[in-house]
């Protein structure tokens, strides 16, 4: 059967050698493994059931669901060609499921590493320098997106009521608040920019040549001040985003309010986050407990 099915690979599909190579060695690894349960087992005989031990065991070895759900998809092929070539009467592995793959844990700046990173930038009237403390801290203090932050005219700022008006995904649109530390920042900055940069577009964040930044040219100001300041892998707009996230869930913000926000659709996209909240855990628990 398996050879049958490389076959198949190799001259009518004309799949690469090491792709045949690949599928082999997993559906050798499939047929062994139910040999093992059972002798008498063979490819036309196997159930559901087997194949469902077989990605347990896997699981129990330490392999990844990226790798069961390799090894599974390889299943299925076989079992495809199989039945349309009616070597078997059923496909035992049409209504199995491979487990979900792990999602990564967002990467975020520490509270201290910002405050050490801000610090560093203040006291300056050099423009560059301002603008970038001001975006550092507007990503950090607000959660937009980096496209959100792009599109930001001066219009949409409004210090009376200390808010953003943002424009998100699909063009939709949602009013997030801001403090008096960020305000302060922004007014600033813009005092410098009219001063130093002449202006040939409405944007609120612009160029040395009074243009609007692009994204290219944000993330290389964050992912440069952020160098230094952090052991992070990632130095992006989405770490700041993160950051934002984490800081406030650590601060007992509301969930729901995160959501909102961030202005995701959906409450389990913000969940994601709620790993970060464990030094709030530890804090709660070092004052409620009388064995602390």
């Not at 490819?43 to 990226?66: C, F, L, P, Q």
């Not at 930038?121 to 423009?127: F, H, L, Q, V």
């Amino acid at each position: 059967m398996i050879e049958r099915f490389l076959n198949y690979l190799r001259y009518e599909l004309n799949r690469s050698q090491l792709t045949v190579k690949s599928y082999g060695d997993d559906l050798n690894a499939f047929e062994a493994y139910f040999k093992s349960l059972d002798n008498h087992l063979s490819w036309e005989s196997v159930d559901a059931d087997v194949i469902r031990d077989w990605m347990e065991s896997m699981m129990d070895k330490g392999n990844t669901a990226t790798t069961i759900n390799r090894r599974l998809s390889a299943l299925r092929s076989l079992y495809r060609f199989a039945l349309s070539r009616k070597f078997v009467e059923h496909d035992p592995a049409y209504n199995v499921t491979g487990p979900k793959k792990a999602k990564l844990l967002p990467q975020f700046v520490k509270e201290q590493e910002m405050d050490r990173l801000l610090e560093s930038m203040a006291g300056t009237d050099d423009y560059p320098v301002v603008r970038a403390r001001t975006i550092i801290l507007l990503f950090y203090s607000t959660g937009i997106r980096l496209a959100e932050l792009i599109g930001l005219n001066d219009e949409d700022v409004d210090y009376g009521a200390q808010r953003l008006k943002v424009t998100g995904k699909r063009n939709k649109q949602r009013i997030v608040p801001f403090g008096e530390e960020l305000a302060q920042e922004l007014k600033n900055y813009q005092v410098l920019r009219d001063l130093d940069i002449c202006k040939s577009s409405e944007a609120l964040f612009l160029t040395c040549r009074g243009e609007r930044m692009t994204r290219h040219q944000v993330e290389t100001e964050v992912k440069k001040y952020l160098t230094g300041f952090t052991t992070l892998n990632k130095r992006s707009p989405h770490v700041l985003r993160h950051s934002f996230a984490t800081a406030m869930l650590n601060h007992s913000a509301g969930i729901g309010s995160v959501q909102k926000l961030l202005g995701h659709e959906s409450l389990s996209t913000t969940q994601i986050y709620t790993h970060t909240t464990f030094e709030q855990l530890k804090s709660v628990y070092a004052k409620a407990h009388p064995r602390s």
